[in-house]
């Protein structure tokens, strides 16, 4: 981002720059995301109980979607209101059809 687009509030969300504690929180959640799809790798491998897997699974998604939660926040927070205010209404349909995606 060029100091003129900073100076204006534009953010070239192609780019975005998370502060420091975003990166590190979304790093220690995708890290235990991680780390829970190789215990379900396991446990498929170990044969565990369909049930126990399912569980498993459903706790990784949430964990997920709570990620992504937070993703969506910081960029309502940040990329979507400078580009409202600068008069570029085209995010809020970007924003419906990422929300579509990831529903």
Known sequence: M?????ASGNCDC?????????KRSL?????????????????IEKDAYCDDVMAQIAAAR???????????EHHMKHC????VRAG?????DELM???TRNL
Not at 88 to 92: G, H, T
């Open 97 to 99: 059809d990422s929300l």
């Open 14 to 22: 192609r780019r975005t720059q998370r502060p420091a504690e975003l």
């Open 27 to 43: 790093a220690g959640r995708l890290a235990r995301i991680e780390g829970q799809v190789r215990g379900i790798a396991r446990m």
């Open 2 to 6: 060029d100091s003129k687009e900073e």
């Open 62 to 72: 949430g964990a997920l979607a709570k990620a992504s939660l937070i993703v969506l």
């Open 80 to 83: 979507l209101i400078d580009r």
């Open 88 to 92: 570029d209404e085209a995010i809020v």
